[in-house]
């Protein structure tokens, strides 16, 4: 046996424990831009496996999307688009981050829930329509949901 005495290893000095994260999460492939008043923001497809996707783009621009410039999101600014059309976009796997104030939005939803509730009636309409007095149809917007046996 060696005489040498050893001084106990101190596990509550370890500076690693300090920097490791609480709890992992896994990674986020698109993250989320910083909020900016009056905005909102989307991730818009510009191109799939490698190929452009010209039609996307230009629909989503006459819609009011508008690129976010990498200097406005500093997070983001290792993400900055190596693509000559939008050369200080945020890009990542042919999506473009994209801005549009809120309005537009709120206006888009709008639209397409009354296009969706006149979608509705018409096909109500042309359902009712081949109901006969003698065995009418119905049609029961409302539904049920059991668990189990009744």
């Known amino acids: ?22 709890r992992w999460t896994p990674p986020q492939l698109l993250p ?11 991730w818009i497809r510009i191109s799939t496996l490698n190929r452009d ?5 230009s629909t989503k621009f006459r819609e009011g999307w508008e690129p976010v410039k990498a200097a406005s999101q500093p ?20 999506l473009l981050l994209c801005k549009t104030p809120v309005e537009f939005v709120e206006q888009r939803n709008e639209h397409f829930l009354v296009q969706g509730k006149q979608f509705m ?9 081949e109901s006969h007095p003698s ?12 668990f189990g046996r009744s």
Request: hydrophobic letters at 25%; glycine letters at 6%.
């Open 75 to 94: 997070r983001m600014f290792h993400l900055k688009s190596t693509d000559n059309r939008f050369p200080d976009g945020i890009e990542i796997g042919g």
């Open 135 to 146: 065995m009418p149809l119905f049609s029961e917007k409302r539904s049920k949901v059991t």
């Open 53 to 57: 996707d010209p039609v996307n783009i």
């Open 121 to 129: 009636e018409s096909v109500d309409n042309n359902f009712m329509r």
């Open 1 to 22: 046996m060696d005489d040498q005495k050893r001084e106990k290893r101190n596990t509550d000095s370890r500076e690693e424990r300090d920097l490791r994260p609480k």
């Open 32 to 42: 989320e831009p910083d909020p900016e008043a009056g905005y909102a923001f989307r």
